[in-house]
């Protein structure tokens, strides 16, 4: 039993939460996730570990209302428990002083997970700067979070209410085109974001790192749900992963499987809302 | 009293059959197809035993359990004896009683089979232990005076279960450690309802509880922590972490929505429950036109489970012949009735999907059969030009598992072979003083039974090592 410890919004239908999770703190590095399952009939669930307290076993997950376990996982309060929290998970995001600058890209809430990777960065010595993307301003999240971990935090929204005008693409362009010695990209958020940045540094040769959310089960390499064909190969996200090459990802085929239960997913949210959160599972 | 039989009168008793579940009523419902037996039944099976001076049966079971003696206990109507009798060597007696390939083991080798039909010793198993599960409760035994001395055990399946209860029976400290958010392993998330109900598993953990063994879920050993971390805090540890990595074709298509490993299909169905979707909130593809590929029990499990669960046909595409599958006789007759097609000496090339990126079909090749492998079995031959397509909206991938390499990365010290299987000596000594492995992580994947008879082995060394001068003999890797 975990307990939910702060539960707070940050924009519409996004979440922050903070859990007691004292194993999971105590180990867990950058780029790891965790996975839960919230009572007896839930699923499991993966979640990027966007922060943690080792001291106070406490760690930090950001997520979004899109499904059945998202929405029961935000009607929840403060106080409540979560059944069962497992990890750290996967592999950590490997971290070491570049011979340039370090820029992560974020869309989406994809934001909270890669702010330990930009602080890890910063902690080893890099130059680092954050380009975050969101629709529209009110739907920006971490900005000062990011802040306070880079030396430059940069801002795209598709409509200009808030920083640049249009896509993080564009923002990393001219952050290229202004002379920047970038050397490794980390794009984490939506997969056709982090396609299209890999798709725009595979010909300037920019390493560029990126890190996955694939559909899982058990998250220990136990059932290949979370498989990737990455250089022509398959790989088991969870296990092996989460962050590959961007430039050697299968894309499309990994987009199409993260679509493989759309429609069970509709159906299980269409429950949810008939019968609400505790389905018999939770006490 | 009652009156010794003959052993003439003994061998006159036919062998008692076990009640199914009618095939027709069985692929609607997720029940136990094999109903059990009651007790005139198991009384009158216990008398065909000639109790040999020199049991055959008992040297050809990895749990050791005294056969002959439970056996004479449900003779006698004695069923708690009897389960106390299984339980002294077995931690898991109802579940091998449903899932031992008996066959292969104790029943091959019982006398009364040279002649005869062998006693059915797995069926008077599942009876005994049910019995003391369900009926009436087996008094928790006295345990040894506590040594002091802390063991964890990695990986609550049938390895580390048995390996967990052997050692807390005789006074250790014992922690077991389980990835999962249920102990059981492959007896949890593989073996279907229908086969082994959870029920059985959750009464036969409870039972290593109630002696003292502390369990911990949601710890994945190599992650939550190292093995070496371990080490520090325990005084021996037990490598029991299963193969736990699916292993796939490696043909073009194989990552098509729709095509599963049979570890995944299985977990989400059986762990997930996901068959009671969505009342349970894992999903999973509803089939109706499956193929499963392979030909161990759990292409079994998986083809059985996908009629019961959504598919109008499902079918075995294996590819090698009928003779040479290596799924239990009983497995594949339980598939026939319940109407599983089998097509055999096929080799799945590739699979083909539609602009969905959903699975259509599987592209195969006829095979025929050459001259015997290394494993003995008559290797297959593609037949050039013999390209056809099986119609398919799911495909269930069962061809086995590799080495999950988790928990050998945090275990400095202890070596594996070339496969990433843990090197170990016979009785599951690793390179490593006071760490020992056993059950699928060292054979490559196997039968429960197995599992448990490497428990038992590694839970002596290691007491033989707590209890003695720490020294620990250099490690030749058994054969």
Redesign the interface.
């Known amino acids: 039993m975990h307990t939910i410890l702060l539960k707070k919004i940050l924009t519409e239908r996004t979440w922050h939460m903070r859990v007691a999770a004292p194993l999971i703190a105590r180990k867990c590095q950058a780029g790891q996730f965790l996975m839960l399952r919230i009572h007896e009939n839930g699923e499991r669930i993966p979640l990027t570990i966007a922060n943690w307290d080792r001291e106070a076993g406490t760690i930090d997950i950001y997520f979004q209302e899109i499904g059945a376990t998202t929405e029961l996982l935000a009607s929840m309060k403060e106080g409540d428990t979560i059944l069962d929290v497992v990890g750290p998970l996967g592999n950590p995001t490997h971290v070491e002083k570049l011979d340039g600058t370090f820029v992560m890209v974020g869309g989406g809430f994809g934001i909270a997970a890669g702010y330990p990777v930009a602080r890890a960065f910063k902690e080893a010595g890099n130059r680092v700067i954050a380009v975050l993307g969101a629709k529209t301003k009110n739907l920006l999240i971490c900005e000062d979070l990011l802040k306070s971990v880079c030396d430059e935090v940069l801002v795209a929204t598709n409509d200009g209410s808030y920083g640049s005008q249009g896509m993080v693409s564009d923002v990393l362009q001219s952050l290229l085109d202004g002379g920047e010695k970038i050397v490794l990209v980390y794009p984490v958020g939506p997969p056709i974001m982090m396609k299209v940045i890999s798709q725009m540094t595979l010909p300037l040769k920019l390493k560029t790192i990126v890190s996955l959310n694939s559909v899982m089960v058990d998250g220990t390499g136990m059932c290949g749900s979370c498989r990737v064909t990455v250089a022509g190969r398959t790989r088991f996200v969870c296990s092996e992963g989460i962050d590959f090459d961007g430039h050697e990802v299968n894309w499309d085929e990994m987009m199409s499987r993260q679509k493989m239960y759309s429609r069970q997913e509709k159906e299980a949210l269409e429950y949810y809302h008939e019968h609400g959160g505790c389905q018999g599972g939770c006490q | 009293m009652k009156k010794e039989l003959t052993v003439q009168e003994r061998c006159a008793i036919p062998r008692h059959e076990m009640p199914h579940q009618d095939p027709a009523k069985r692929v609607r419902n997720f029940d136990e197809v094999a109903l059990g037996w009651d007790r005139e039944t198991a009384m009158e099976e216990a008398e065909r035993c000639l109790l040999c001076k020199n049991p055959q049966c008992v040297t050809n079971c990895p749990a050791e359990i005294d056969i002959p003696g439970f056996v004479r206990k449900i003779a006698e109507g004695d069923f708690l004896e009897a389960a106390r009798v299984l339980r002294a060597s077995s931690a898991l007696p109802a579940v091998c009683g449903r899932v031992c390939p008996q066959e292969t083991q104790c029943e091959l080798t019982c006398v009364m089979g040279k002649k005869y039909k062998s006693v059915a010793i797995g069926r008077l198993e599942r009876f005994a232990s049910d019995y003391a599960l369900f009926k009436e409760q087996l008094p928790v035994p006295a345990i040894a005076a506590p040594t002091g001395k802390r063991v964890a055990v990695v990986g609550a399946g049938p390895a580390g279960i048995t390996v967990a209860g052997d050692l807390v029976k005789l006074g250790h400290d014992v922690t077991l450690y389980e ?3 249920e102990p059981g392993g492959v007896l949890l ?1 593989g073996i279907p309802e229908f086969r082994l109900p959870k029920e059985i598993v959750r009464l036969e953990v409870e039972v290593i509880q109630q002696l003292g063994v502390k369990l911990v ?4 050993v190599g ?3 190292s093995v070496d971390e371990l080490l520090q805090e325990f005084d021996a540890v037990f490598l029991g972490n299963g193969a ?3 292993s ?1 074709l ?1 043909v073009p298509g ?2 098509l ?2 095509v ?2 049979a ?2 299909y299985l ?2 169905c059986n762990l ?2 996901a068959y009671q ?7 999973v ?1 509803t089939g109706k036109k499956v193929a499963v590929l392979g030909g161990g029990n759990v292409a079994m499990d998986a083809v059985r489970m996908s009629l019961r669960r959504s598919a109008d046909a499902s079918t075995i595409l294996y590819r090698r012949s009928r003779k040479e599958m290596p799924a239990r006789v009983e497995e594949i007759e339980n598939a026939e009735e319940e109407g599983v097609k089998f097509h055999f000496l096929i080799n799945p090339v590739r699979f083909l999907g539609n602009e ?2 959903w699975v259509t079909g599987v592209e195969c090749l006829r095979m025929e059969l050459g001259e015997p492998d290394a494993s003995g079995r008559r290797r297959p031959i593609p037949i050039k030009g013999s390209e056809f397509v099986v119609d398919v909206d799911m495909v269930v991938v069962a061809i086995g598992q590799s080495a ?3 928990v050998a990365s945090t275990a400095t010290g202890v070596e594996t072979n070339e496969r990433g299987y843990f090197i170990a000596d016979e009785d599951g000594r690793t390179t490593k003083p006071g760490v020992c492995a056993g059950g699928d992580i060292v054979t490559g994947a196997a039968t429960v039974i197995l599992a448990i008879g490497a428990g038992k082995k590694a839970a002596r060394a290691m007491h033989e090592y707590l209890s003695g001068n720490g020294s620990w003999p250099v490690v030749t890797p058994h054969k």
């Open positions: 990835a999962l958010h998330y879920t949601n710890f994945v992650r939550t922590a736990g990595a699916p796939f490696n194989e990552n929505n729709g599963y490993s570890s995944e977990t989400r997930m429950k979707f969505p009342r349970y909130t894992t999903p593809a969905t990126g999950n390499p988790i």
